[in-house]
């Protein structure tokens, strides 16, 4: 695995724990791109994006949430209002690792719903709407720019401190618990096209000069 920069969150950030919520469980608004908090279905679920970044190895972009030693995870981020998955995506590509539309290429993506429920702790009974889980569209991308374009310094309250590149299925056995399923599902069906990407990569090294 190969670190990527650290960056300090802003000081006017207050830092989490790792045992609190996040926006991205909860349910609970950033207040950055607009308020999804109440954009939950009849089930209880809200919708949401999951974004996996990879590099030209094939390697996927693992961040660290803000005050957690060990709470690492893919970005994501809720669906608001009027919001297409798609636009979602983008935003919070933005929002969290501070990378534009032009700076990716987009891969491929889910082609449902997964879902997901919160640990009955993480539940805020008193919400209206009661949020218990979250349903979310996964999407593969590849990083066209230098990775010193991933940046938390955006103008936005830090989701994240730290990130690294890791092997595409490093994840999934680091991952909080009750997303683990989610990932296992998601990553599976991604997959094809990662292995594609770590193929060409491997062909394009092992490439001769001048063949």
Do not use: C, L, M, Y
């Given at each position: 695995m190969s670190?990527?920069?650290?960056?300090?969150?802003?000081?006017?950030?207050?830092?989490?724990?790792?045992?609190?919520?996040?926006?991205?469980?909860?349910?609970?608004?950033?207040?950055?791109?607009?308020?999804?908090?109440?954009?939950?279905?009849?089930?209880?679920?809200?919708?949401?994006?999951?974004?996996?970044v990879l590099n030209a190895r094939g390697q996927a972009l693992w961040a660290r949430r803000v005050g957690g030693k060990d709470a690492w995870q893919f970005p994501q981020g809720g669906i608001n209002p009027g919001e297409t998955p798609e636009q979602a995506l983008y935003r919070e590509l933005y929002e969290e690792v501070g990378l534009t539309r032009d700076q990716v290429s987009l891969i491929a993506c889910t082609r449902g719903w997964l879902r997901y429920r919160l640990p009955q702790r993480l539940i805020r009974r008193r919400a209206e709407p009661l949020c218990i889980g979250q349903k979310q569209k996964w999407y593969l991308l590849r990083l066209e720019a230098p990775d010193s374009a991933i940046s938390f310094d955006n103008g936005y309250k830090p989701e994240f401190d730290h990130w690294r590149w890791v092997n595409y299925w490093h994840p999934l056995s680091k991952v909080v618990t009750f997303k683990r399923e989610v990932y296992r599902r998601a990553l599976t069906e991604l997959a094809p096209q990662q292995i594609q990407l770590e193929k060409r990569f491997s062909e394009d090294r092992n490439q001769k000069p001048g063949e």
């Open positions: 670190d990527g920069k650290a960056v300090q969150a802003g000081r006017k950030s207050r830092r989490r724990s790792i045992g609190q919520p996040n926006s991205g469980d909860s349910g609970k608004n950033r207040g950055r791109g607009g308020d999804s908090s109440n954009n939950i279905d009849t089930e209880g679920f809200r919708p949401n994006v999951g974004i996996i």
